[in-house]
């Protein structure tokens, strides 16, 4: 492993949604303080959409963490009235369904367990439905609130989406007993224009959609990642491989982190102190996710190359 080479703690550009190395890039702060200020609103309905791999486990990881967590929550909210009222911010008691493909009962059950409620396996859906009623008015009177994070919504049952509706219908005279956040990739979207569950849509008063990095912010998320991870040394990706990095993986965030990943190996591997354009060029012919794209990009400018010869040559022959 490359670690000592680098001077590392730790590998960078790992895969798992490690809170510690969140970016707070644009996007990704937009849509935390997005979920920050309508959880503590009180919404009953929040989504938040991304393509596949733009980080929308580790922001609802962070989003959970930070919820409850005024003296962090106020500098991402933004405002001085904000910030003040962070301080009397509501308590949240959270649950995180990581697993979408669930019908209502098991939906029910999985939501029991989360909220630490007693239950068995045999209990029906009323009774079930009876129980988290109960827990819920207890959350209210205790001064908590309920909310509930659901990954890959796109995945799940519409069955199991109404029964989330159902249980948002529950309410004092102020307001919602559960609130309900969908993560999902933009196949959601359409999910949600089903007929069937349309008065779910309609509830939906707070969005985001997710985008990647932009060109001008991966150079800072490396840098960060590296700095989380240990790194003291100089710049460590060359600005070649920063732009060639970002033109391959699209500012991706996974995939930013397999090929940097490879990358740094490959610099290793020659005993390098910098990963260069070519480490990231070799890294992505050995990445099946970027291939494809990595491809049509190199025939593209082969074929201008091409063009420009043929053009060369045609103008000598005049």
């Keep these: 492993m490359y670690l000592q080479h680098f001077g590392l703690r730790e590998p960078p550009f790992g895969l798992t949604p490690d809170t510690s190395f969140f970016f707070a890039c644009s996007s990704y702060q937009e849509a935390l303080n997005t979920l920050l200020v309508a959880a503590r609103n009180g919404e009953g309905f929040i989504k938040i959409t991304g393509e596949v791999g733009n980080g929308k486990t580790l922001l609802c990881r962070k989003f959970l963490s930070t919820l409850n967590q005024g003296q962090h929550s106020t500098t991402l909210i933004g405002t001085q009235d904000q910030a003040a009222d962070a301080l009397t911010a509501p308590r949240f008691i959270t649950a995180y369904i990581p697993n979408p493909y669930l019908e209502p009962k098991s939906l029910l059950l999985a939501l029991a367990e989360e909220f630490r409620l007693p239950q068995q396996q045999d209990t029906d859906q009323h009774l079930l439905l009876k129980g988290l009623t109960r827990a819920l ?17 796109q995945a799940m049952p519409l069955e ?102 490879k990358a740094m190996m490959l610099a290793f591997g020659e005993g390098r102190q910098q990963v260069s354009s070519r480490h990231i060029r070799d890294a992505a012919a050995d990445t099946p996710e970027v291939r494809r794209d990595w491809l049509l990009w190199a025939l593209a400018l082969t074929g201008v190359a091409v063009v420009a010869t043929l053009v060369i040559v045609w103008m000598a022959m005049q």
């Design 137 to 153: 008015l207890d959350c209210a009177r205790n001064g908590q609130r309920a909310l509930v994070c659901l990954d890959e919504a």
């Design 160 to 261: 199991s989406l109404e029964v989330l509706r159902l249980l948002t219908n529950l309410e004092t005279e102020k307001r919602k007993l559960l609130q309900v956040v969908l993560f999902g990739q933009p196949e959601l979207n359409e999910r949600l224009r089903h007929n069937s569950i349309r008065q779910l849509r309609q509830r939906i008063s707070f969005q985001y959609d997710l985008q990647g990095l932009r060109k001008d912010e991966l150079e800072r998320y490396l840098r960060h990642r590296l700095m989380v991870a240990g790194y003291e040394g100089e710049t460590l990706f060359s600005k070649g491989a920063v732009g060639k990095l970002h033109r391959i993986t699209g500012g991706t965030p996974r995939l930013v982190n397999i090929v940097a990943h």
